[in-house]
């Protein structure tokens, strides 16, 4: 099946540095990637969406000079958190959709645990 | 606008007792609908979706959901519990605007006692 992985797993970083998290699409090629942050106890909630070599799209409220997500092939997604501080601390997960299927198929990373001192 | 609601933030039953997890939709068009599972330390797995063909979808590990358009549910059921389905689950309503977007529910924990 489709897997999506995700770099690194877990994160602890101090206030006011970036971070960088990874989502790479492992045997498919995926035209669009999807960035979702997940608070404890919560649902998910989308951020953004990319598409490989154009601007990502993100939702409203969530700050694009802040997050900055870069879908540079069709197989890498990456998404940089900057200056990060405590209330950015969540869990970070992306999704794929094959460019062989249409969008309702996306095969999810196993997520990326932030947590900022 | 699109948008789903999970009736139950946990749902505890016995193993090998049947398990029913809610969900009610909102939708303005006929709506695609999935039921995702979470366990730890791992991606989220689609169990099934619907995309207005069959009512009664069949998913994956036994757990079926029936659309039903006149009560706007899409509840997730299984004959038996097993240890290994307690997670958290969440159903999904996607949504077309100007771009694809897969809308989630709160989520229902569900636990599986012994």
């Known amino acids: 099946g489709a897997v999506v992985s995700q770099h690194p797993s877990r994160v602890i970083c101090k206030s006011g540095t970036s971070v960088k998290i990874e989502c790479r699409s492992l045997?498919?090629?995926?035209?669009?990637m999807f960035w979702y942050r997940q608070f404890p106890k919560q649902s998910l909630m989308l951020m953004a969406t990319?598409?490989?070599?154009?601007?990502?799209?993100?939702e409203q409220g969530v700050e694009k000079d802040k997050f900055l997500i870069n879908h540079a092939s069709l197989t890498l997604s990456t998404l940089t958190v900057t200056s990060a501080h405590p209330e950015d601390s969540s869990f970070y997960i992306c999704?794929?959709?094959?460019?062989?299927?249409?969008?309702?198929?996306?095969?999810f990373g196993p997520g990326t645990r932030l947590l900022v001192l | 606008a699109q948008s789903v609601t999970q009736l139950d933030s946990h749902v505890s039953v016995s193993e090998g007792t049947p398990v029913l997890l809610r969900c009610n939709y909102s939708?303005?068009?006929?709506?695609?609908l999935f039921w995702y599972v979470q366990h730890p330390n791992k991606g989220l797995q689609l169990l099934l979706k619907?995309?207005?063909?069959?009512?009664l979808v069949k998913g994956i590990n036994g757990f079926e959901a029936e659309f039903k358009k006149s009560e706007t549910s899409f509840h997730l059921t299984k004959p038996s519990a097993h240890m290994s389905d307690a997670a958290e689950y969440f159903c999904?309503?996607?949504?077309?605007?100007?771009?694809?977007?897969?809308?989630f529910g709160s989520g229902t924990r569900l636990l599986v006692r012994p």
């Open positions: 999904v309503v996607a949504k077309m605007d100007s771009s694809y977007k897969l809308i």
């Open positions: 619907y995309t207005s063909a069959a009512t």
């Open positions: 990319s598409n490989e070599g154009s601007k990502a799209t993100y």
């Open positions: 939708s303005s068009y006929s709506p695609s």
């Open positions: 999704s794929a959709a094959p460019a062989s299927e249409n969008q309702e198929t996306q095969y």
């Open positions: 045997d498919f090629q995926a035209t669009t």
